[in-house]
């Protein structure tokens, strides 16, 4: 099945200054490639997602790459925020075909905090 | 507009009990998932439904069963709790298993003595 690897498990960041956060996949049927952001105590929420034929997305200060041929993923955030302060994980799905439609295979997280 | 509901949000049981987490969205959502989030290991996936009527399971099966009781319902079964399964259940749902947001519930803390 799919594996995917998240890095680094923790960051800290000062105010203003960008974020970081990286993840490698191994199945290379994997075309779908949402972010959630986890607040303490709550539950996770999607932030922004790429699909295989995108190489690049933004919204607003979050940004996502993707490198298909290199597997991997990452999610940068500009002008950090006390806000952004969360939990944040990347996934991996097929979003077409195959026997495992649809099952997100999650990183196991990264704790971003955002000093003032 | 409620989204995801769980219930119970908190639940203590001692070993060997039985309980039913309940899961219900009211989004008209066909894909329905049980996750465990345990510290450091990020969201593992239980079960699932893909459609109203099918269930499969996912990483880490064992010690639980579900019951996709129509299109709105899911439901999670510990039939003898363990310390093991000591966890934050999620449960989440998708308009259809592709390309789309999964919509998570806020979560039933699970301990297991």
């Known amino acids: 099945g799919e594996n995917v690897e998240q890095h680094p498990s923790t960051l800290s960041v000062q105010e203003g200054d960008s974020a970081v956060i990286k993840c490698t996949y191994s199945?290379?049927?994997?075309?779908?490639f949402p972010w959630y952001k986890q607040e303490l105590g709550k539950r996770p929420q999607l932030i922004i997602d790429?699909?295989?034929?995108?190489g690049e997305k933004k919204d607003q200060r979050i940004a996502v790459t993707l490198n298909k041929t290199a597997k991997h993923f990452s999610l940068h955030i500009t002008e950090t925020q006390p806000e952004d302060s969360a939990v944040y994980f990347c996934a991996a799905s097929k979003g077409t075909g195959g026997s495992t439609l649809g099952r997100l295979y999650f990183g196991r997280g990264t704790q971003l905090t955002v000093w003032p | 507009n409620a989204g995801v509901t769980q219930t119970p949000k908190f639940q203590v049981l001692k070993t060997g009990q039985s309980m039913t987490l309940q899961c219900a969205q009211d989004?008209?959502?066909?894909?329905m998932y049980w996750y465990r989030q345990d510290p450091g290991m990020g969201l593992r996936l239980i079960y699932y439904?893909?459609?109203?009527?099918?269930?499969d399971k996912g990483e880490v099966p064992n010690g639980y069963n579900v019951s996709r009781l129509n299109k709105r319902e899911f439901s999670l079964r510990l039939e003898s709790a363990a310390p093991s399964q000591t966890s934050v259940y999620f449960c989440?749902?998708?308009?259809?298993?592709?390309?789309?947001?999964?919509?998570f519930g806020q979560g039933t803390r699970l301990t297991v003595v």
């Open positions: 989440a749902s998708k308009d259809r298993p592709g390309y789309t947001e999964a919509f």
């Open positions: 790429i699909r295989s034929n995108v």
């Open positions: 989004m008209n959502h066909n894909s």
């Open positions: 439904s893909a459609s109203e009527g099918t269930t």
């Open positions: 199945d290379s049927a994997s075309n779908y």
